[in-house]
């Protein structure tokens, strides 16, 4: 049995680190298994909480505390510490469709909620979770689950991300033939292009891909709806459509010089240079490149993060990174109490990168772009900008700069997706505490129906959204069957 305060006697540790110098030569993800014997100590620190906060799953203000999938976290972390790795990923798989997804894109607010960290450091959840899904992968367990029967029951699933896959895989498991509809080249949705290959490596989400075609999914690829088929096709074709097209219309900043050559929405350069990557053109460039220039990030959330190691990856001359907040606390405040998942300063992977190459965090605080300055040709050269947190006199200052990448987040859906669906502030609105929109057959999950959100939001929406539909679809039948008074 382990020991009762292993929590408090046994120090957190997390997997060691390529080194960025090394890492930034190429494009795999940079974190290094975690050995058996270190496996078997972090799992230990598990308390075993009678009341697991870490898998509460709620929204304490806008915050997310705990996991929204419900992951029986504390059990499977037992499992582990007792060498019972099949029983753990058995249990691992209980609440959740995809663990290498969750244990390599999710920013873990389960540990934000561990209750360990009350009084010491919270357990290496995700840590422990990425090593018993590579372990099922490497040992076999995971194997195509063939539903035994078929409903004849038909349902479209519009988009592949995370809300997509998750409720594809619990509708096919049902036995509905499913059909998802992407209109990228590749499927995963920002898996695949909105989340760069050194965080999680496409041949990963490929391969569950793969496992979900053995299982009976179809996929179609490069069908984009409102152009290569419309709503009213899929609804005529399906007994219900699952609309899980994302919040990707990015916002923008209409201020002077906006029309430049040279400024990107982020995501835009993200999904360039991953296509760029998974197409092998080494030799050439991608059709958005930060080689040899300076670059500036705007937005100081993840998606700026990745652009500056990205942009480090393709030889940037040098890269700033604006943030309109101020530096985050190091510890946790007394604004942001336990479960709470705080808001914390941390030296990400891409700054971590940025100091080794340039010798200095990249990140810049209270900044406001006020303008964008280019030449003759209109080319972006740079920036002005404003100070404006209280301390400041609203101090301005010009940066140079040949490429900007714009990353402050999403306004909602593209509205060329949703013709004849009912929207508001860039969500489709669905009924009260349901997925049901306007139209009867047609349903709506992820970050479509929530706003942009975290990977686990995305696939709970995904799993809820799919027994809403199997009770929708089953029941159509039943009263299709009844004969009429």
């Known amino acids: 049995m382990r020991g009762t305060t292993d929590f408090i006697d046994k120090k957190r540790e ?27 100590t972090q799992a230990s620190r598990c ?13 304490i203000g806008r915050q997310t505390s705990g996991c929204p ?5 504390p059990e499977w972390n037992t499992l582990v510490y007792e060498g ?79 809300a997509g896959l998750t409720a594809s895989d619990d509708l096919n498991q049902l036995g509905h033939s499913v059909t998802v509809f992407e209109k990228e080249d590749r499927f995963g949705g920002l898996l695949m292009y909105g989340i760069p290959n050194m965080k999680i490596e496409k041949k990963y989400v490929q391969r569950r891909v793969d496992l979900l075609q053995k299982e009976g999914i179809e996929f179609r690829a490069n ?61 050439t460039e991608p059709s958005i490149s930060a080689k040899g220039k300076k670059v500036i990030v705007i937005g100081g959330g993840d998606t700026g993060a990745d652009c500056v190691a990205t942009a480090i990856r393709q030889g940037c001359k040098s890269v700033v990174q604006f943030g309109k907040h101020g530096e985050l606390p190091k510890e946790r405040t007394d604004d942001q109490p336990w479960p709470l998942n705080p808001s914390l300063f941390t030296l990400d992977y891409a700054y971590e ?47 140079e700069a040949d490429l900007v990448l714009i990353a402050i987040g999403f306004e909602g859906v593209q509205e060329s997706y949703t013709t004849g669906i009912q929207t508001k502030n860039g969500r489709i609105e669905t009924l009260p505490n349901k997925f049901q929109t306007n139209e009867e057959n047609i349903f709506a999950a992820g970050d479509a129906k929530r706003g942009a959100s975290l990977i686990v ?6 799993k809820k959204a799919a027994k809403e539909i199997d009770r929708y679809i089953l029941r159509k039948a039943i009263e299709s069957q009844q004969p009429s008074a």
């Not at 069908?223 to 419309?230: A, C, P, Q, T, Y």
């Open 457 to 462: 939001w995305a696939m709970q929406e995904g």
């Open 353 to 399: 990168e940025s100091f080794k190459v340039f010798g200095e965090d990249p990140r810049k605080y209270y900044i406001q772009t006020t303008k964008f300055l280019g030449d003759d040709q209109n080319n972006v050269t740079g920036l002005e900008t404003a100070l404006f947190n209280e301390s400041s006199s609203n101090q301005n200052q010009c940066w």
């Open 69 to 73: 999938l419900y992951n029986l976290i």
């Open 223 to 283: 069908v984009e709806i409102g152009k290569d088929i419309s709503l009213e096709d899929l609804q005529q074709e399906f007994d219900a459509v699952l609309l899980c097209i994302g919040a990707e219309k990015q916002r923008d900043m209409d201020i002077e010089g906006r029309h430049l050559h040279g400024i990107y929405p982020a995501m835009e350069y993200l999904k360039a240079s991953t296509k760029h990557f998974l197409n092998n053109q080494s030799n």
């Open 47 to 59: 308390m075993e909480c009678g009341t697991p906060f870490c898998q509460m799953g709620t929204l």
């Open 14 to 40: 997390k997997p060691k680190e390529l080194d960025p110098v090394k890492r930034i030569e190429n494009w795999g993800e940079y974190q290094k298994p975690f050995p058996k014997e270190k496996l078997n």
């Open 84 to 162: 019972k790795w099949k029983e753990a990923y058995q249990r691992l798989l209980l609440t959740n469709n995809f663990p290498e997804f969750t244990s390599r894109a999710c920013p873990a607010p389960c540990e934000g909620s561990c209750t360990a960290g009350l009084v010491s450091e919270p357990v290496t959840i995700k840590n422990i979770e990425k090593a018993i899904i590579d372990k099922a992968f490497d040992k076999g367990w995971v194997k195509p689950r063939i539903p035994l029967k078929r409903t004849g029951l038909k349902v479209a699933v519009v988009g592949s991300g995370p």
